[in-house]
């Protein structure tokens, strides 16, 4: 996807339409985020401390086992519900799929030889690998916004909101308990005040009992006090 100054322009747009079910955004924003402060991580490490360096790789390998489960969700649940409908549809994002897939076991393979070399090499392979993990997500950035466009409108051209939101309850609830807790503090912290009210709040009328405390509890950390004293007005918690 190349960059194009027109759809910048084109935000003043934004508000014409109806907003529609977007089953990318809020799953995006989580990518965005671990995907950058993974790499920031990675910038920063010191490369002489032993503890700080292990914890990079290990940091960016948990990184990629999520963008591989991230692949693989919308590959399973999403791309079929296009095809159904519009054959073709998803043949650009499939093929770049397969890309991230390579990229992922190579920057994973890299990661390891980074936590096994010589000290005295170590800070030449930890920017290497920090070089290499910003291409990887400027194409993700890049490739989001393909699916949060192209994507998007066939899934709208084709299904309600209603439906569109059965895709993604289907989806989610094939995801382990461990992965969505990683989805929980990526995505949570991420989201606008009023989405991540709206998120919880249906969270604590429809999950199992325990997840929305799990949540709360997982998101804290990584709100400011104004954040979550918003939160807590909106779902009327006690702070
Ligand atoms: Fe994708």
């Given at each position: 996807m190349q960059f194009n100054p027109q759809e910048i322009t084109a935000l003043a747009q934004a508000d014409a339409a109806a907003p529609r079910m977007d089953i990318y955004a809020f799953i995006h924003k989580a990518l965005r985020a671990y995907m950058f402060d993974t790499l920031l991580g990675l910038g920063r490490?010191?490369?002489?401390?032993d503890l700080e360096l292990s914890q990079a790789g290990a940091r960016v390998l948990q990184l990629l086992s999520f963008c591989r489960s991230h692949l693989h969700h919308e590959n399973t649940f999403v791309h079929p519900a296009m095809e159904r409908h519009a054959p073709g549809s998803t043949a650009a994002v499939e093929q770049e799929h397969d890309g991230h897939g390579q990229a992922i076991a190579a920057l994973a393979d890299a990661a390891q030889q980074l936590m096994q070399c010589p000290r005295e090499r170590r800070a030449r392979v930890a920017h290497a690998l920090y070089q290499q993990l910003a291409l990887f997500v400027a194409h993700n950035f890049e490739h989001m916004q393909l699916e949060e466009t192209a994507h998007n409108a066939v899934l709208w051209a084709h299904y309600s909101d209603a439906e569109l939101a059965a895709i993604e309850g289907a989806l989610i609830a094939s995801i382990p308990a461990d992965e969505m807790l990683v989805t929980l503090r990526w995505m949570l912290p991420s989201m606008t005040p009023s989405e991540r009210a709206m998120v919880l709040g249906d969270m604590r009328r429809?999950?199992?009992?325990?997840i929305f405390d799990t949540a709360l509890s997982v998101m804290r950390p990584h709100l400011s006090n104004g954040e979550w004293g918003k939160l807590a007005r909106a779902l009327e918690l006690a702070r």
């Open positions: 490490v010191d490369a002489e401390d429809n999950a199992p009992p325990g």
